[in-house]
């Protein structure tokens, strides 16, 4: 039996009985290494390879930083502000929830986070004005996709070592237009669904409310400022930035708001470390995974496969999005970027498309995967966060997805919208 078939068999074969996606790479890159006679320990030589390099130390801080934000009231502020520009018009509050997740999302970098922190906040708050509860987590998790090409974001980090080095500062700015383009096209379903159930305008605030508002959250607002401006101006690295994400975050809660206590900062740094472990655990497995499809020329024939179908660029970009929706659907994002762009990159470079446009299309993709079954994390946690069943989400999710894709083909086949703001940089 061919290597290549094994390696793909026995991992799919893994996933299907539920085995852990970290787990499954790193369990069918070993069976794999056996059957061609190769050394195990060059499975753990390649685990650990990627995992030597300074840029990733970004990941833990960016993670911590979220989670303070989380925890310490920034995020209940965002929400406020963002109701404060947009809640007036009819379906206000859909409004806030997708520009909050532009504010928060951005910072955390995670679709997960902002689902649950969000989601706690405006999901009981929707439903108390007459939403559906549905709709309102269909809300949630879809615009919690703005926040994984929104700079500051991990997985660009993570992109970024996958594609041999291309400029995080470069990806940071690509992800600005088609991250506010998402929340743009997530409020039109929106906007139309609140007007055929007329979901109600929010309330006027007065200007001294507003204005009250406004201070409060200009704190949690300078965060961006502070992480995004530093990195565009060379005052600091992207691993720079994180650390004084979490150093300004902890000042924040601690003592302008003053909603960090002990008890919530051991629980928040037993969660990043969690967090990190798993994602630098899926980093690595998914290494030694991608090495292996390397080694078994595997991007070659996926290359020349899709090249037979068509030589026509805009069909090659279709099927690419279509394969990475696909696997977008059936694992996480991390090891996905890993793996998928060693085989993807080379093809569309050699069309003509960059490094870091490729890296927009590719993050797009795989957050739309996360909000889709059967895996699809961000959906499994927008349900338990607004009590409800992940088949009656789904359901309610059809009319963002279509929005969402939209979206994802502008952005695949106008390349000014990612590459715009790069191209003031260099």
């Excluded at 989601?119 to 929707?126: A, D, K, V």
């Excluded at 894709?405 to 000014?416: A, E, K, R, S």
């Amino acid at each position: 039996m061919n290597a290549s078939i094994i390696l793909i068999v026995s991992f799919l074969v893994m996933i299907f009985l539920r085995i852990p996606i970290s787990f499954s790479l790193l369990f069918s890159s070993f069976i794999a290494v056996f059957y061609l006679g190769l050394p195990p320990m060059i499975v753990l030589q390649r685990m650990a390879d990627p995992l030597d390099n300074i840029s990733l130390m970004a990941i833990p801080f960016f993670i911590l930083a979220g989670k303070i934000m989380a925890e310490s009231g920034i995020s209940k502020r965002l929400v406020d502000f963002a109701n404060l520009l947009v809640g007036r018009v009819r379906g206000g509050l859909a409004f806030a929830n997708i520009v909050a997740s532009m504010l928060f999302g951005g910072m955390s970098g995670s679709s997960v986070a902002d689902t649950a922190s969000i989601g706690s906040i405006l999901i009981p708050e929707m439903e108390k004005n007459g939403y559906d509860k549905d709709y309102s987590i269909a809300v949630t998790v879809t615009s919690s996709t703005e926040g994984l090409v929104i700079p500051p974001s991990h997985n660009a980090i993570i992109y970024a070592q996958a594609a041999g080095g291309v400029s995080i500062a470069s990806l940071f700015l690509a992800g600005a237009i088609p991250g506010i383009m998402i929340g743009l096209g997530l409020m039109i379903p929106a906007f139309i669904i609140a007007v055929r159930k007329k979901y109600p305008a929010g309330n006027r605030l007065s200007g001294k409310e507003a204005w009250k508002v406004a201070l409060d959250s200009i704190w949690g607002l300078m965060t961006i400022v502070i992480i995004i401006g530093g990195v565009l101006s060379g005052i600091f690295t992207a691993t720079e930035s994180a650390v004084v994400a979490v150093v300004y975050a902890l000042l924040i809660a601690i003592f302008v708001y003053r909603e960090l206590n002990i008890t919530k900062f051991l629980k928040i740094i037993r969660e990043t470390l969690e967090t990190t472990i798993a994602v630098l655990f899926l980093i690595g497995a998914a290494s030694a995974f991608g090495w292996l499809l390397a080694y078994l020329n595997i991007p070659e024939l996926v290359a020349s496969g899709i090249l037979s179908i068509s030589s026509n660029k805009y069909v090659i970009l279709l099927i690419i999005n279509a394969v990475l929706l696909l696997l977008g659907m059936i694992m996480d994002m991390a090891p996905l970027i890993v793996i998928t762009t060693p085989i993807f990159l080379p093809l569309v470079m050699d069309l003509g498309i960059s490094p870091i446009h490729f890296g927009i299309i590719l993050m797009i993709n795989l957050g739309i995967g996360l909000c889709t079954p059967p895996v699809g994390n961000t959906l499994f946690v927008g349900a338990v966060v607004g009590k409800s069943t992940i088949e009656n989400v789904f359901k309610a999710m059809w009319p963002f997805y279509l929005a969402m894709i939209g979206i994802l083909l502008l952005v695949t086949y106008v390349p000014f919208f990612a590459e715009w703001l790069p191209s003031l940089l260099a």
